[in-house]
Structure formats: structure tokens, C-alpha cells
């Protein structure tokens, strides 16, 4: 069936550089993807978000790119802080089914001093 | 935005019992979700939980397994029936204040161990 995956399940990234997750969607109904972190021991919790009309979105140190030609979707957090540590999901809303969000397989990114 | 509260954050259930966990929201939500999150995995959807009437749920889950309520707009129950240790997982709640947003808050879950 369709789904939300991600290319890379772990990411070890030096204190200061910049990361890169990255996502693969296959659902071509999909129309809204969602980036969310999840720290250990918590519920996850929403970063950045971009329609499909959009192919570039930032925030606060973080930019989220979207390429509906071959459905990928990165994450790049800029000057990656020990604070950044956690899984990231990627994530769909297939407004076709009523708004529900659809959770890609995860990354964890861990930060080396 | 909006915080979610769940109880009981963690408990440890026999096998062949039922567990009911709660979910209230500080303010109102459109939709409420159910999902579970089963050790190093990602987050899968039980169910959307409609105010006044049945959940909508997805494939694999059944109402049987897990009945759902959701009496108003800012709260819902799941029980978890007849649990085997295949249900030990994290179970999490979520709303959005708005339709069709990604913008979903979660609880921080609910950690049942099945022995």
C-alpha cells in the first residue's frame, strides 16, 4: 500500500554542522507533509510544515524542501545543537481521507561533541 | 494551541484484562486521534475519535479490540481489551484546533507493558 518511509532509519551528525533527513511519500494524494521531533519519553511534537503548491520552507534553523517530480521530502536543521537529539518523523495528510496524518518510519539523529 | 493529558502515563496489565485510558484536551479540538507507537517503531493510527458517535478506524483495528468514546470536544477514552503482551506499546492521543491541519498536539502517551 502506500506509505511514508525514510531513506536513512539513524543520522550521527558533529556538533555545529548542518543535518539532513530525508523522506520518500509515495501517495500522490497527498497534498500537506508535516515534519515532527520526538524526544525520548515523550509525544511528538510539530516543527515545520509545507503544502505541495510549495517546493521550500524555512523556520527557525530549520528548512524543509519538498520535490513532488520524484516525492521526497528532507529536513535540514542548520548548526545541529546537542538539543536536536531525537527521532524526526516525516508525515502525510491525505486530505482525501478526512485529515488524517499518516507517520513516516523515523530517523534518529544523534549529535557528536 | 492545546495541551493534552493522559492517564495513566504507564501501568502494567495481566494478560486477558482491559485497560481504559483517558485523554482531555485544555481547549476545544475538531479531531481527536488514537495511535500507537510499539517499541522503536513508528507512530501508527487506531482510529479518529468523532464527538457523539462511533470512531473511524483503520485497517487492522477493530472496535471490538478497541472502543473508543468521545463525549465531547475535549475528551476521549481508549480501552485496550483483552490484551496479550502483542499489545504492550505506547498509546498516544492527539488533537488539531483546526480541520485540516497537520498541526497535531500529542500527549506524552500512555506506556503499557502486557505481561
Known amino acids: 500500500g502506500e506509505s511514508v518511509g525514510l531513506h536513512l532509519p539513524t543520522l550521527s551528525v558533529q556538533e555545529g554542522d548542518n543535518s539532513i533527513i530525508n523522506c520518500a511519500y509515495s501517495n500522490s494524494a497527498s497534498d500537506y507533509f508535516i515534519w515532527y521531533k520526538q524526544e525520548s519519553g515523550k509525544g511528538p511534537q510539530f516543527i515545520i510544515d509545507?503544502?505541495?503548491?510549495?517546493d521550500k520552507r524555512q523556520g527557525q534553523r530549520v528548512t524543509v524542501l519538498l520535490n513532488k517530480t520524484v516525492k521526497h521530502l528532507s529536513l535540514q536543521i542548520a548548526a545541529t545543537q546537542p538539543g536536536d537529539s531525537a527521532v524526526y518523523f516525516c508525515a502525510e495528510n491525505i486530505r482525501s481521507s478526512a485529515s488524517k496524518i499518516i507517520f513516516g518510519s523515523g530517523t534518529r539523529l544523534s549529535i557528536r561533541p | 494551541s492545546a495541551v493534552i493529558s493522559q492517564k495513566p502515563s504507564r501501568d502494567i496489565c495481566q494478560r486477558g484484562t482491559s485497560l481504559t485510558i483517558q485523554c482531555q484536551v485544555d481547549?476545544?479540538?475538531?479531531?481527536m486521534f488514537w495511535y500507537r507507537q510499539q517499541p522503536g517503531q513508528s507512530l501508527t493510527l487506531i482510529a479518529t475519535?468523532?464527538?457523539?458517535?462511533?470512531?473511524?478506524?483503520e485497517s487492522g483495528f477493530v472496535i471490538d479490540k478497541f472502543p473508543i468514546s468521545r463525549p465531547n470536544l475535549t475528551f476521549s477514552t481508549l480501552t485496550v481489551s483483552n490484551m496479550s503482551p502483542e499489545d504492550s506499546s505506547i498509546y498516544l492521543c492527539s488533537g488539531t484546533t483546526a480541520a485540516n491541519t497537520g498541526e497535531l498536539f500529542f500527549g506524552e502517551g500512555s506506556r503499557l507493558t502486557v505481561l
Open positions: 475519535a468523532n464527538q457523539g458517535s462511533e470512531a473511524t478506524y
Open positions: 509545507i503544502r505541495s503548491n510549495m
Open positions: 481547549s476545544q479540538v475538531t479531531m
